[in-house]
């Protein structure tokens, strides 16, 4: 249609049919952009009463590794199974095709999606050595359920022929910046209880993966004790663990055990005039069939505490403000078998005497505006004392304070910091704000601050490393990590048509020897509508400072990337808003 038109894009076709009022047959089929012939397919079918996108999609990228030019096709799509194809030129490493696979079953709950690729690569890695050829990553998920959808079953995998297929085909994969674990899974939940059973095994030679050969979890129901009012929590862990370190790490040897776990806290919760005092105490047992000795071992801890709180509320018009001042003390028992005498496979394993008591005072307030808007304003200004521990220099070595403002539906504040006593610094400080202008202009803004100190730990409230290591000796490891990182992210509505997201991070005053000083990293977005149908996308990426595969000295990483994605789908008509004060973006 339109051919007295000049259009940027065409679909042209030698011989049309049309059956059954939406059925289309077309022989001898060329996609044009800019006069310019881009694909030939002999035949192609489709139905025009479904909401269908175009079969081919197109991109293109230019990073290290040079130009790239890709393109996908749909093989095969109905309402319950799709096929793509994937074909890349990479000019500096050579080609790569794929096939990509999503099954949802039209009965029932089972999902399947796979992606095979497969590459011939003649570059040499680093200049240094041949690659092995081919290169690949095959990566599947699956997800069903059975027994009147009692049991759920999810199994996952990734195998790569090496770590940088990643990075030099990024196109590939669910998550392509993820090797998704390989393992299976069944979980059952019930009102009694849950459980779950799972094999996790390493498919990649350069993994570090601790093996679960299998692992067995069964968590019942919190059960009440007669009418003590006592409160009994259970969980119950058994398995074969077998801790595999990657090939390259050297130092370092292997390690493996069955591992069977009981743990019980038994709990109360007092209700005075005013006040809440919950006391619990409780035990954990680990047995393990092999340690650094070549023998079992029985690790016991014993645990106890008590919480207590109160809360005073003062009515204000449209709203209250309600203050609440708390203890919290936490003792944890020397362990039976030392650390470094049993096999630790992750932070579950870390036991070590704690002796802790948390006080503070929690605000909340809260106010309703003339639009019936909740603004919402909570402070926690609290700190921890540690007794009888040798291994933190102060009783009180931090001061916290934590604030966050939902001043307006569209504007969110927060704050979080630590004062070191010991030092008279800031040992960490993470300030943030998501802010709406109006329906095409958002953005965030965050600056996050930590010292030498401040130890970077999966756990921030679990303290037995704490308590175990010395702070010299953890302020010369990897906990160490003191830097300043700035991040901002913005969204710009030009038209309807014409979008723009920006991405950036910034660090500096890094202090590791492993590590650069100052890293950046920034993100480029753009997303156009062609005559109403034709979408484009244009990423510009950049990285400088980070240690990686493109490394030309010491920490000079420099990773310039334009993405260019290209292809056609039905427009839709939306009035989204993008609010980042509502959680466009994740914290």
């Given at each position: 249609t339109s051919e007295n038109e000049r259009n940027e894009w065409s679909v042209e076709s030698t011989e049309v049919n049309l059956s059954k009022g939406s059925k289309v047959k077309a022989k001898n089929v060329r996609f044009v952009f800019v006069r310019m012939p881009l694909l030939w397919l002999p035949t192609f079918s489709t139905?025009?009463?479904?909401?269908?996108?175009?079969?081919?999609?197109?991109?293109?990228?230019?990073?290290?590794?040079?130009p790239r030019v890709g393109i996908s096709y749909d093989l095969l799509k109905t309402k319950?199974?799709?096929?793509?194809?994937?074909?890349?030129?990479?000019?500096?490493?050579?080609?790569?095709?794929?096939?990509?696979?999503?099954?949802?079953?039209?009965?029932?709950?089972?999902?399947?999606?796979t992606y095979n690729y497969v590459a011939e690569d003649f570059q040499n890695l680093f200049g240094k050595k041949k690659l092995d050829w081919p290169r690949y990553r095959f990566q599947?998920?699956?997800?069903?359920?059975?027994?009147n959808n009692k049991v759920t079953f999810d199994f996952?995998?990734?195998?790569?022929?090496?770590?940088?297929?990643?990075?030099?085909?990024?196109?590939?994969?669910?998550?392509?910046?993820?090797?998704?674990?390989?393992?299976?899974?069944?979980?059952?939940?019930?009102?009694?209880?849950?459980?779950?059973?799972?094999?996790?095994?390493?498919?990649?030679?350069?993994?570090?993966?601790?093996?679960?050969?299998?692992?067995?979890?069964?968590?019942?129901?919190?059960?009440?004790?007669?009418?003590?009012?006592?409160?009994?929590?259970?969980?119950?862990?058994?398995?074969?663990?077998?801790?595999?370190?990657?090939?390259?790490?050297?130092?370092?040897?292997?390690?493996?055990?069955?591992?069977?776990?009981?743990?019980?806290?038994?709990?109360?919760?007092?209700?005075?005039?005013?006040?809440?005092l919950t006391p619990q105490i409780g035990y954990t047992l680990i047995n393990y069939s092999n340690s650094p000795q070549k023998s079992d071992k029985l690790l016991a801890i014993g645990k106890t505490g008590v919480e207590c709180h109160t809360r005073f509320v003062h009515p204000l018009t449209n709203g209250s403000d309600?203050?609440?001042?708390?203890?919290?003390y936490q003792y944890i028992t020397f362990p039976t078998v030392k650390p470094k005498h049993h096999y630790i496979f992750d932070l579950q394993d870390g036991y070590y005497r704690v002796n802790m008591l948390r006080f503070g005072l929690k605000n909340f307030l809260m106010k309703e505006t003339e639009s019936n808007f909740l603004q919402r304003f909570t402070t926690d200004i609290y700190a921890r004392a540690f007794f009888n521990t040798p291994t933190i220099g102060r009783t009180i070595p931090r001061?916290?304070?934590?604030?966050?403002?939902?001043?307006?539906?569209?504007?969110?504040?927060?704050?979080?910091?630590?004062?070191?006593?010991?030092?008279?610094?800031?040992?960490?400080?993470?300030?943030?704000?998501?802010?709406?202008?109006?329906?095409?202009?958002?953005?965030?803004v965050e600056y996050r601050r930590r010292n030498a100190f401040s130890w970077r730990k999966l756990d921030l409230d679990n303290f037995s490393i704490d308590s175990f290591r010395s702070e010299q000796r953890l302020r010369h490891s990897e906990l160490s990590d003191r830097r300043d990182t700035l991040l901002g992210k913005l969204f710009l509505r030009f038209t309807p048509e014409f979008?723009?997201?920006?991405?950036?991070?910034?660090?500096?005053?890094?202090?590791h020897h492993l590590e650069p000083s100052h890293y950046q990293a920034y993100e480029i977005d753009t997303f156009t509508l062609i005559r109403g149908a034709l979408v484009l996308k244009l990423s510009i990426q950049f990285r400088t400072g980070y240690k990686g595969v493109f490394k030309q000295g010491p920490?000079?990483?420099?990773?310039?990337?334009w993405d260019f994605w290209l292809g056609l789908e039905q427009p839709r008509i939306t009035t989204a808003v993008r609010k980042i004060g509502q959680g466009n973006y994740d914290n």
């Open positions: 139905d025009l009463k479904q909401e269908n996108k175009t079969p081919f999609k197109y991109r293109f990228r230019w990073d290290g590794l040079g319950s199974f799709r096929t793509e194809l994937l074909f890349d030129i990479i000019f500096k490493h050579g080609l790569g095709a794929g096939i990509a696979t999503n099954y949802e079953s039209p009965t029932s709950y089972a999902k399947f999606k599947g998920k699956y997800d069903d359920r059975y027994f996952t995998y990734d195998k790569l022929s090496d770590l940088n297929v990643r990075g030099d085909y990024p196109s590939v994969g669910f998550d392509t910046g993820r090797i998704m674990a390989t393992q299976a899974t069944f979980s059952r939940k019930t009102p009694e209880w849950i459980s779950s059973l799972n094999t996790k095994v390493r498919m990649n030679n350069f993994q570090t993966v601790k093996q679960q050969l299998p692992l067995f979890q069964f968590t019942p129901r919190p059960i009440k004790l007669f009418e003590s009012g006592c409160t009994l929590d259970s969980k119950l862990s058994a398995g074969y663990l077998d801790y595999r370190y990657a090939n390259e790490t050297h130092h370092v040897h292997n390690f493996r055990s069955s591992r069977i776990e009981l743990s019980q806290n038994l709990y109360r919760n007092f209700l005075l005039t005013g006040l809440s309600a203050v609440e001042p708390y203890v919290d001061v916290y304070a934590d604030a966050s403002w939902k001043a307006t539906p569209y504007t969110a504040y927060s704050v979080g910091s630590a004062w070191d006593t010991q030092r008279h610094n800031l040992d960490h400080i993470n300030v943030k704000s998501d802010i709406t202008l109006s329906e095409d202009v958002a953005f965030s979008s723009v997201e920006l991405n950036s991070r910034y660090g500096f005053g890094r202090h920490f000079k990483t420099m990773r310039p990337a």
